[in-house]
Nanobody, 123 residues
Framework: DVQLQASGGGLAQAGGSLRLSCAAS????????IGWFRQAPGKKREGVCI???????DYADSVKGRFTISRDNAKNTVYLQMNSLKPEDTGVYYC?????????????????WGQGTQVTVSS
């Protein structure tokens, strides 16, 4: 079975950092684009960043320069390093996967989703 297990969320103060992990299993990791998405209370889910197996990445404008996505294909894991956190970064963060036919965009449809991890940033 395909599984995406997100972890690493928690409470941080504004200006602080958190590192999320997404452990994948049940599919050929190298063949998939992995993305991070988030949903704040009362808001629509939005794309945060995506990573292709060839190392190509893309970020939402709101997180550029603060967040860094990386992937370890040997461990089937993707990381999201979040620095300079802001209260508006608060939300449930999900990792997702889709076949890698190109990096694509943050608006693409994704096939598999993890369960989400809560990130709360206090001011």
């Amino acid at each position: 079975d395909v599984q995406l297990q997100a972890s690493g969320g928690g409470l941080a103060q504004a200006g602080g950092s958190l590192r999320l992990s997404c452990a994948a299993s049940g599919f050929t990791f190298d063949d998939y684009v992995i993305g991070w998405f988030r949903q704040a209370p009362g808001k629509k889910r939005e794309g945060v960043c995506i990573s292709s197996s060839d190392g190509s990445n893309d970020y939402a404008d709101s997180v550029k320069g603060r967040f860094t996505i990386s992937r370890d294909n040997a461990k089937n894991t993707v990381y999201l390093q979040m620095n300079s956190l802001k209260p508006e970064d608060t939300g449930v963060y999900y990792c997702a996967a889709r076949l890698d036919y190109g990096l694509g965009s943050l608006l693409d449809e994704y096939d598999y989703w993890g369960q989400g991890t809560q990130v709360t940033v206090s001011s």
